[in-house]
């Protein structure tokens, strides 16, 4: 992991040029920020801008940072037109489920490149079940699939509970962009990880159950 490749670079590029822009205009931080009430008058690129936008320096590092260790694996099996496919649904998806979950709180708002890259991280997954990874507050390495479950199921506890200033549902609805983009570009993944497609679509399946039943109310 950690191999850049260019597109992974023009990403990340535009991610930062993009952000420092909003660091130091305020007014066009306000025009491309993800907003229910701008969205629902017609402003529609905010779905896609937001996610190029940062609230501050580490917010933009740590997406930037995670973008870094799983990109080049989606790149060595997709290909760089599929990896940017992957990254763009993704952002959208989180965007769209944001819009879902919000629908009719006008004054939400939110930007960061949260869910693109967490569609990357979960496409990463798939791609490659037996990756591991070390967590800077646990030394020891732990499945990505592992922390891929679990980062969502926390998201669901999110979601439900409104912790933090975070958007968990574009998490969760970009990692369902990673997830079902990766499958569609790459339907042999059936043939040879269905274990593992099925335990990364756990989390998936619960958000929408709950979702049905009114639970995350």
Do not use: C, W
């Amino acid at each position: 992991m950690g191999n850049l490749s260019l597109v992974t670079i023009v990403i990340i590029a535009a991610n930062v040029i993009i952000s420092l822009k909003g660091f130091n205009d305020f007014s066009f931080f306000e025009k491309y920020k993800f907003h229910i009430g701008a969205i629902q008058r017609g402003e529609k690129i905010r779905v896609f801008s937001s996610g190029f936008l940062h609230v501050d320096m580490s917010h933009l590092f740590f997406n930037m940072f995670t973008l870094y260790f799983f990109a080049d694996v989606v790149v060595s099996y997709l290909g760089n037109f599929n990896f940017v496919v992957v990254y763009l649904v993704s952002l959208v998806l989180g965007s769209l489920l944001s819009l879902y979950f919000h629908k009719n709180e006008y004054e939400y708002s939110a930007v960061g490149a949260s869910g693109a890259v967490t569609g990357i991280l979960y496409s990463a997954i798939l791609l490659e079940p037996n990756m591991s990874l070390i967590m800077f507050f646990i030394p020891i390495p732990i499945p990505a699939y592992v922390f891929g479950i679990g980062y969502l199921l926390y998201s669901i506890y999110g979601m439900k509970n409104r912790i933090g200033n975070i958007g968990h549902d574009a998490h969760f609805g970009g990692a369902i962009g990673g997830y079902l983009t990766t499958l569609i570009l790459l339907p042999i993944l059936f043939k040879t990880n269905l274990l593992m497609i099925g335990l990364l679509a756990i989390p998936i399946i619960i958000l929408f159950v709950m979702h049905k039943r009114g639970m995350l109310n």
